[in-house]
């Protein structure tokens, strides 16, 4: 099996938002990155259907230089080698473009598997993987919760509203978009951290001419509609005013 | 012309159909709308959307529309589109849209702006509000090479009952050509996981605790305080996916929906996924570190701190009565 991921690199849950003069986008120069966690939980079952089917995992990533730690990650939890589309547009970039970015560089692969996250942390469009498979030529399937190989098809479990499930089966190739909780992470051990130095990272260029589907034309903190009524003070004053508040205003407790 | 997608299930409407007409009703500035509904059979489902001010209510009936596919789907809403030439696709943002949506859009190239919360302006020069970074940020967007641009609604962000009734709409039959054979995905009867062993949905209290809580050892301190409150203990997804309380205790759109009596979120920062599953609880609660963190936009009542430093003072102060 020859298994493609798709990882993007995003700003990390502690990031606190700032924003460039323009206020149409983020300042990039005071972030940490990390992983986007979907796509974690994607690049793990990818290295838990090559241990039961042989093959190797590719990473695949598009974005600016800084991509590379994410990728180095990927190689060091146990990927085997990776694409990375490189261009400083990228980090900015929409769904459209990334898929439009990420099928160039992937479709002389002949990957019988893409695994992506269901949707990134920092845009969340919820897109991204889907537009791929269909610039691919591949059928898709979304928020996936388990996927068993049965020679040229498969099974997966996609998760629905509520605790519903459902199975479908499909031929391959495919691609998965991965919901988080489908198994449990590893975490690289120095010996991947090692390994991973001598992995290769292929470069792929941006190709000409990809078009924006949409533009972020003003980006803000949201607007609050509910008063909330914040309780300063000490932790030990806090607790006993919120604690007054609940039985007495609210009849709560 | 706008054109919303209506969601059905077994001869049911999706509430959030509802919304979405809210929301092109809003977008059309009062151009005309017109609503579809898919489906092998749509029973009645094509007057009862009549009821709503709109132009017209087209039925595509075709045996291939169930059991729902993304295949089938995308391929009756891009003939749609066709036939109706809309400027605008509005749609619910449903685990169903989440599926085809993205396909149609691939397939029709043209924009998809997701999860919208808000719209500014009607017509052409419209833009759309959508969370971004995990709701730290509201992103105002602008579709690039429609028409149509294709927009899916958040669930609780336009209100069903805002929907302008009274309209005579006509209900028009549309013939839709899909290839079963072009159909890829084969799907099963949707089903449900072993019975539930606790129903959050009959509890008064409810103490939900977050990735703020750090590590599996920490949820020790959050039960204590449920103890404390006589409350059940619940949890945010990230808690479930690591394992650290059983999935049954979710909360959120892919875990229970509640409504009791007083809500504790304890390090959660509010994403829209958690919000629709707890957001009608009668008093809501916030503890979290950050003092922009989207949960304190639904809280009655909030602590900006350490939940490390509250939680144990909360527990002290309920055992001291
Ligand atoms: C299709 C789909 C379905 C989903 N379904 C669900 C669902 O059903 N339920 C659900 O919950 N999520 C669901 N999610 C995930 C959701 O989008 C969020 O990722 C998740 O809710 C975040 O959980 P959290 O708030 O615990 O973690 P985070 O977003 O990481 O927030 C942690 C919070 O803790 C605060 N914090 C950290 N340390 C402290 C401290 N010491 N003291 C106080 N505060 C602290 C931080 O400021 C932060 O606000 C779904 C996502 C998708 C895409
Ligand atoms: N720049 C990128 N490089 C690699 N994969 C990406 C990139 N952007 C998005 N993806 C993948 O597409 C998924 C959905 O992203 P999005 O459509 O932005 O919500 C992510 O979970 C990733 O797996």
Redesign the interface.
């Known amino acids: 099996m020859k298994i493609a991921v798709c990882i993007k690199q995003v ?1 990390t ?1 502690e ?3 700032r ?1 460039n003069d323009q206020k149409t986008w ?1 300042r990039e120069a005071d972030i940490s990155y990390e992983m986007n ?1 979907p796509d974690a939980y994607a690049l793990e079952e990818a290295l838990r259907l090559r241990e039961r089917h042989g093959g190797e995992v590719v990473v695949c990533s598009a974005g600016p230089a800084r991509v590379q730690t994410v990728i180095r990650e990927a190689l060091a939890r146990g990927a085997d080698r990776a694409i990375h589309v490189e261009h400083d547009s990228l980090g900015a970039a929409d ?2 473009v990334i ?1 439009e970015a990420l099928a160039a560089a992937m479709k002389d692969e002949a990957f019988d598997l893409v695994l992506t996250g ?1 949707q990134s ?7 991204t ?3 791929l ?3 691919l030529g591949i ?5 996936i919760m388990d996927v068993r190989i049965e020679g040229s098809s498969m099974r997966v479990k996609r ?13 391959l190739p ?1 691609l998965l978009t991965i ?3 489908i198994n ?1 992470l590893r975490y690289a051990t120095l010996k991947g951290i090692m390994a991973a130095k001598k992995k290769e990272i292929k470069k792929a260029s941006l190709p000409d001419g990809l ?16 008063q ?5 003070g000490s ?2 004053d ?3 005013e ?2 007054r ?2 039985r007495d205003e ?1 009849r ?2 | 012309m706008i054109l919303v997608i209506a969601e059905q299930r077994e001869g049911k409407l999706n509430r959030a159909t509802w919304e979405a007409v809210a929301a092109a009703q809003q977008l059309a500035g009062g151009a005309p709308i017109s609503v579809a509904v898919l489906g092998a059979s749509t029973g009645g489902l094509g007057q009862e959307l009549a009821a709503a001010s709109v132009a017209a209510v087209l039925v595509a009936e075709n045996a291939a529309l169930e059991p729902y596919t993304p295949d089938a789907y995308a391929a009756a809403a891009s003939t749609l589109i066709e036939s109706v030439k809309p400027a605008y696709v509005l749609l619910p943002h449903t685990y169903q849209t989440r599926d085809f949506a993205p396909l149609l859009a691939a397939r029709i190239r043209k924009p998809l702006v997701t999860d919208v919360t808000g719209i500014n302006g009607t017509g052409a020069d419209a833009t759309f509000t959508r969370p971004m970074f995990q709701g730290k940020l509201a992103a105002q967007v602008k579709p690039q090479a429609g028409p149509p641009a294709i927009i899916t609604v958040q669930i609780g962000a336009f209100r069903a009952d805002a929907v302008q009734k009274g309209g005579a709409a006509a209900v028009k039959k549309v013939d839709l050509q899909i290839d079963p054979s072009a159909i890829r995905q084969k799907p099963e009867a949707p089903f449900r996981e072993a019975k539930q062993a606790v129903d959050l949905g009959q509890a008064e209290r409810i103490v939900s605790v977050g990735r703020g809580i750090k590590s599996q050892e920490n949820i020790a301190l959050a039960e204590k305080l449920a103890t404390a409150m006589g409350a059940e203990i619940a949890a945010s997804r990230p808690i479930c996916d690591n394992g650290w309380l059983p999935m049954e205790r979710q909360i959120g759109s892919s875990g229970q929906t509640v409504a009791p009596k007083l809500y504790v979120a304890l390090g959660i920062s509010g994403a829209i996924q958690h919000l629709v599953g707890m957001k009608g609880s009668r008093t809501i609660v916030a503890i979290n570190k950050d003092a922009e963190a989207p949960i304190f936009e639904v809280a009655d009542y909030g602590i900006v701190g350490d939940l490390f430093e509250i939680a144990p003072a909360l527990i002290t102060e309920l055992e001291k009565s």
């Open positions: 700003p849950r990031w606190q938002p924003l983020i966690e769904a459209f898929a269901l942390d920092d845009q969340g469009h919820g897109q993987g889907v537009i498979a269909e610039r059928p898709s399937s979304t928020i998760e629905l509203e509520g605790g519903w499930f459902q199975w479908l089966a499909m031929p495919a919901q988080s909780g449990q078009q924006p589907s949409q533009q972020v034309v003003g980006l803000a903190v949201p607007t609050r509609s509910k909330t009524q914040m309780i300063t932790p030990a806090a607790a006993k919120l604690v508040r609940l609210a709560a407790l």
